[in-house]
């Protein structure tokens, strides 16, 4: 699906879908990492040079942010983890990052497996005008780009 040009895509144009829970406008998505842990060891007959070898990967941790709404669909999500219902609150997550013209995805990042571990209200401050945000934190056993 990747759609390969010169000039780099920009960042303000993507779009995020939660399965069972559907599509939600998010005015940020940040953590889209992948990483593996690094295990080091030495040769008992080599004192100086250590070796190093893959390890498992780490679980990836995304955070969604959106202006409150009033839509309780990720409180919702979230109170299944929180009560002990982890088992049922697996969810794929996809983020597409959209062409300037919005027409299409051009790059996806599927999460596997993604649950939601915190979740952020607003800050909330009667000398400003800022608009209410929260902040959705979600750990995936894994990443895929297509």
Known sequence: MAVL???PYGAYA????IDGIGSAG???AAGL???VEVLTYRNGADPLTPRILPGLPKPATVTLRRGVTGDLALQEWFALVRDGRA???RRA???DLL??????AVLSWRLRNALPVRLEGPRLDANSSATAVEALTLVAEAIDVE
């Open 87 to 89: 088992a049922d609150a």
């Open 5 to 7: 040009r010169d000039t």
């Open 93 to 95: 997550v996809r983020i």
């Open 33 to 35: 990492d992948q990483a």
């Open 99 to 104: 062409s300037e013209a919005r027409d299409g």
């Open 14 to 17: 993507f779009h995020v879908e």
């Open 26 to 28: 998010f005015s940020e």
